[in-house]
């Protein structure tokens, strides 16, 4: 728009959109809209909220007119036969339209009392001007239907059509396509939209040119896409996965098997391409947009939404089948897994390499990480072929190193209390394969490289170890801010433990002071539900030692060793309880003896383990016997068609700290935290039903599986009894274990039960014990299920971690949902941060730019940045998901 006199014509055309009513569709002002602006910058800054706002509420006929005007030229352009052409059919007219969607459809979801409005203006089916009458009468756009300009012959210049939205969304696909516009001209094209998969990997072996007017307007058009999905934010968490979004369904049901995999294929693609090593300064979007990589944050997100997106099952839209999931469950190419492992691998990997920057506090190239674990987990889940190659080539190993690593980074930051439940849940979902349990037994020689947060001084064991002094660490460093998800935390091991061998002393020994710190009287009487954490303990315990006892020794000695703690458990009260609690107090006192890190009042205070980077090595990998059909297709596979499509967590209620500073956003769907289900053996879970069974997501949400309503009870307002005790003392699984501390210490002398570290003799008479009166159970699966309330938890924090990352693309006013009335989660507004050098302010604007500026031309080598930090909007709001 350049000129100020442009501008300002511009702005007194919204101002008469609220101060006029019912103006005219044949009006030649609505060209304004599509004309004048000559940047997306334009229309947010000129169309403010407090616009969009006061003709919603004032003129909302107006606003009607705006959106069929720019949709109807949006859609005239669409099948122009020059567009895109300068002088015929610009493409700035396209854009715009787009931008001005992008601006106004928020403030129209926004306001509930006009649901009932949106559904019939947008969903409804049209009766629509004939192309061939529209261009014969000129008129400004070909949904007009004024009588002037009709003649008396009215049925054969109209048509039924389908309805706004969904030409809408089909006009916006098409787009993404289009020769000129997002692709370049192709060889043998019959139309414009070729459907061309936009970079080589997964469908497509030929890498395809492209440039950066390409890719932004690709931005821009799924900017738009991922906008009408948005719609998803105004919605509570209980309420979004029963009713759902309708521009959402639309999109995934589509049944054209070309569209989706073109689409599915181009943003996944896009993604797994991105290299955070390739941009020279880590904090260059602050400096400068880089078309790449906003269109690496758009395709992302439009890939997270579509593939995680349960099709509700009171839909009226045709079948009930998310085929974007669909299809990516049929992937099946060793070599296609190994694009998508490296892609996801890169990218997760960064904050390891290096984690030091020359600007501190402008690290971002971790800034995909949240998407990107999303991502693996929805894989994982959904395609069976997937779980075998990484298990198969060890790549597993890598991702569960990471995992830990941004659950231990983020596990006391409020605003990534999310991330780090996804990792718990991620890893869950990993162990109850047979095949996971067993790799862990392989050693872990990397770990001296990790960074100090995940390393451990001193570690010689295998990936089991690591995995099992990790889980310790999280559980008793994060100042009780994780208890939600500890039930999930000991799913995971005991859903490997009957597979684990060879455990080193140390793993050993944690093991048993997590069992000592659960089994104090400070942790069981602390709430209702605890002792059901010592529970699945002792099992994990038992499990061990019944199915590898000759390959544990150090375990089994250091069960003996505790033999004192874990006899008590058989006369515990509570009064012992009381008096033990009452003890421990006095010695604390009077000695200051350290808290248990389990206890309530050791949450508050505990401290660091000392733990000291980039990921193990990488590894060379190979495959075998993963079934493979042929040449690519996604999709030529029949097999299973509908099985293997998720996993179901039951969610279990949970308290969040509310003294999270007031910078941060936060999800209010902290009762949904899900949870696994009590251990089923292999059996069982082959009997329950298909649509039951773990890895078995389907699309309706009344199929995913049961969820609780009572869950944990974490509030100060319970009062142990001796009843309640008795309830479940007695089925605490204890057999295996005091059988062992029988059997095993009296075969021992008593020097070798205190000599630390143990001697090889003595192990060796451990393994040579021969214990009776044990049976090995049946390895128990504690699955991890989806329900309504955990699916609402997952659409919450991707929709945090979208609207935070909008924040730090687009600053002020270029954002598309800031200031508007969510209700998916809490957003709350912090004060603006001061100057600094990439934020310059007032007199030292000019200057600061230009040394930004310079620096952006600096080659920064080797310092890619840091691991994510919370974002910030230019208005100082950030998001937080608890």
Request: glycine share 6%; hydrophobic share 35%.
């Amino acid at each position: 728009m350049g000129a100020s006199d442009s501008k300002l014509v511009f702005k007194q055309g919204i101002f008469r959109l609220s101060e006029e009513r019912h103006i005219s569709a044949e009006d030649p002002y609505w060209t304004s809209f599509w004309e004048l602006p000559e940047s997306a910058e334009d229309v947010f800054s000129l169309f403010s909220p407090a616009d969009i706002r006061r003709t919603r509420d004032n003129a909302l006929e107006n606003l009607e007119t705006l959106i069929l005007a720019t949709t109807s030229r949006l859609f005239i352009l669409r099948h122009h036969p020059s567009f895109p052409d300068l002088e015929l059919a610009p493409e700035r007219d396209a854009l715009n339209c787009i931008r001005v969607l992008t601006r106004i459809l928020p403030y129209i979801y926004e306001k509930e009392s006009l649901a009932a409005w949106e559904e019939q203006f947008f969903w409804a089916k049209r009766r629509k001007r004939t192309r061939k009458a529209a261009i014969a009468s000129e008129v400004l756009f070909d949904e007009s239907t004024d009588k002037s300009s009709r003649g008396d012959d009215d049925e054969p210049q109209f048509e039924e059509v389908k309805p706004l939205a969904e030409e809408l969304i089909d006009t916006l696909v098409d787009l993404l396509f289009f020769v000129d516009l997002t692709l370049p001209p192709q060889k043998h094209a019959q139309s414009k939209v070729t459907y061309a998969i936009w970079q080589s990997g997964v469908g497509c072996n030929t890498t395809v040119a492209t440039t950066k007017e390409y890719e932004s307007n690709r931005s821009e058009i799924l900017r738009l896409l991922i906008t009408m999905a948005g719609q998803s934010m105004y919605m509570t968490p209980g309420v979004l996965p029963g009713r759902g979004v309708r521009a959402l369904t639309q999109l995934c049901t589509c049944p054209d098997k070309q569209v989706v995999l073109s689409v599915l294929c181009s943003l996944l693609n896009t993604s797994m391409k991105y290299n955070p090593a390739s941009w020279r300064v880590p904090y260059n979007n602050l400096v400068f947009k880089d078309t790449k990589q906003v269109l690496v944050t758009h395709s992302l997100q439009l890939l997270l939404n579509v593939l995680l997106y349960p099709i509700p099952e009171n839909s009226s839209t045709g079948p009930s089948k998310n085929y974007y999931r669909h299809f990516l469950g049929r992937v099946h190419r060793p070599q296609d897994f190994q694009f998508i492992v490296d892609g996801m691998l890169r990218i997760l990997n960064q904050p390891l390499q290096e984690k030091a920057s020359y600007l501190p506090g402008t690290q971002t190239s971790g800034s995909f990480a949240a998407e990107v674990i999303m991502l693996f987990w929805e894989i994982t889940q959904c395609n069976k072929r997937f779980r075998a190659f990484i298990i198969d080539t060890n790549r597993v190993h890598d991702f569960v190193v990471l995992a830990l690593f941004y659950a231990l980074e983020y596990k006391n930051e409020p605003s990534r209390q999310g991330i780090v439940r996804m990792c718990a849940f991620l890893l869950q979902t990993l162990s109850v394969e047979t095949t996971f349990g067993l790799s862990l037994n392989k050693t872990f020689e990397g770990q001296h490289s990790l960074p100090p947060s995940i390393r451990i001084n001193g570690f010689h064991g295998s990936y089991a170890d690591f995995l099992i002094q990790s889980i310790y660490t999280l559980i008793t460093t994060s100042q009780g801010k994780l208890s939600a998800i500890y039930p999930a935390l000991m799913a995971v091991i005991n859903n490997v433990a009957p597979y684990i061998e060879k455990l080193n002393r140390a793993s050993s020994a944690v093991l048993l002071q997590l069992l000592s710190s659960m089994a104090s009287p400070s942790f069981l009487l602390a709430n209702e539900s605890n002792h059901t954490l010592l529970h699945s303990l002792l099992e994990s315990i038992n499990s061990i030692v019944e199915h590898k006892y000759r390959k544990n020794p150090e375990l089994v000695l250091a069960i003996v060793r505790n033999a004192k703690r874990i006899e008590a458990l058989r006369t515990f009260t509570l009064e012992s309880g009381q008096e033990e609690m009452e003890r421990r107090h006095r010695l604390r006192k009077e000695s200051g003896e350290p808290l248990d890190p389990l206890d309530p009042a050791a949450l508050r205070t505990s401290s660091e383990s000392v733990r000291s980077s980039p990921a193990p090595p990488a590894r060379t990998s190979t495959l075998e016997e993963v079934p493979e059909d042929g040449a690519f297709a996604i999709g030529d596979d029949d097999e299973d068609d509908d099985s293997d499509d998720g996993y179901h967590p039951t969610p279990a209620r949970s308290t969040t700290s509310d003294s999270a500073s007031q910078d941060q956003v936060g999800t209010s769907a902290d009762d949904a935290v899900p949870t696994q289900l009590r251990g089923m053996s292999e059996k069982a879970r082959g009997k329950m039903p298909v649509g039951v069974r773990s890895f078995s997501r389907q699309n309706s949400t009344t199929s995913l599986g049961a969820y609780s309503t009572t869950g944990q009870s974490m509030t100060g307002g319970f009062e142990p009894s001796a009843h309640w005790i008795e309830s479940w003392l007695p089925e605490l699984p204890l057999h295996t274990i005091l059988t062992i501390i029988q059997q095993v210490s009296a075969a021992l002398p008593r020097q070798a039960l205190v000599q630390d570290p143990p001697s090889p003799d003595t192990l060796r008479k451990v393994q040579q014990t021969e214990v009776y009166g044990i049976e090995s159970s049946p390895p128990r699966v504690h699955s991890f299920e989806w329900s309504p309330l955990a699916l609402g938890w997952y659409e919450s924090l991707l929709w945090g971690v979208i609207f935070a990352s909008e924040l730090q693309f687009a600053r002020g006013n270029m954002s598309v949902w800031n200031g508007t009335a969510i209700k998916l989660f809490r957003v709350q507004e912090t004060a603006a941060a001061g100057p600094t050098l990439t934020s310059p302010r007032g007199a030292v604007d000019a200057v600061g730019s230009n040394i930004v500026s310079r620096i952006g031309q600096i080659n920064l080598r080797g310092n890619q940045g840091q691991a994510p930090t919370q974002p910030q909007g230019g208005d100082g709001s950030t998001a937080r998901n608890a």
